[in-house]
């Protein structure tokens, strides 16, 4: 006689899977994962692009200025030259005889000079006394001095620094006129005023 089956024993289902077929799976599934990968390669394509182009032509070149609103520099100033000053003012005075003082008209000439020297502070200028052939040397050499001082001493009171001033006395020994007349002596006896370099001064 069989054995009989105890109760508690079941009888466990088979389950058979079927494998799909691939044309069942949906279009948007099998699209998605291509569609990721064509937007990916694009953005790639793109920025490597902006790359090259960035490497080959570098920052742009700074903008130029309009040329209306360019400021146009100034002129360079005039050249002066002493002709100038000999031009305005003259280049010498004259004194009487055996005398040291300014007259009218030498001093008349100072003040266009001074006023020459205060417009232009760059240049110095060289005071030189001259004598007329009356008197020894020992006497004509230091008259001499004298009147390039006069001459200085009225520079400076007017506004002339001393430094740009030089003085010399030459006596009687570089006579204009020589002849012995009146006219010639007072011809001779002079203050020269001779313009020097720019920048020189006395130490």
Not at 50 to 59: A, Q
Not at 86 to 96: K, P, Q
Not at 174 to 188: E, G, L, S
Request: proline share 11%; glycine share 6%.
């Amino acid at each position: 006689m069989p054995a009989q089956r105890r109760s508690t024993d079941r009888e466990i289902p088979v389950i058979t899977l079927k494998p799909k077929r691939r044309g069942a799976m949906s279009n948007t599934r099998r699209g998605f994962p291509l569609r990721i990968a064509r937007i990916t390669l694009g953005a790639s394509c793109v920025g490597l692009a902006l790359l090259t182009v960035g490497c080959v032509y570098g920052p742009p070149p700074p903008s130029r200025p309009d040329p209306e609103l360019a400021i146009p520099a100034p002129p360079p100033p005039p050249s002066v030259s002493a002709n100038d000053f000999v031009s305005v003012a003259g280049d010498r005075v004259h004194f009487d005889f055996d005398r040291t003082t300014l007259n009218a008209a030498a001093k008349s000439i100072l003040n266009q000079r001074i006023a020459w020297l205060k417009m232009h502070p760059e240049f110095t200028i060289m005071l030189e006394g001259h004598t007329d052939n009356r008197g020894t040397r020992e006497y004509c050499l230091p008259l001499s001095e004298r009147m390039a001082g006069a001459v200085k001493e009225y520079m400076v009171s007017s506004g002339i620094s001393p430094r740009r001033i030089l003085t010399v006395g030459y006596g009687r020994e570089r006579p204009v006129d020589y002849d012995d007349t009146k006219a010639a002596q007072a011809k001779n006896r002079r203050v020269i005023v001779i313009v020097l370099p720019p920048g020189r001064t006395e130490k």
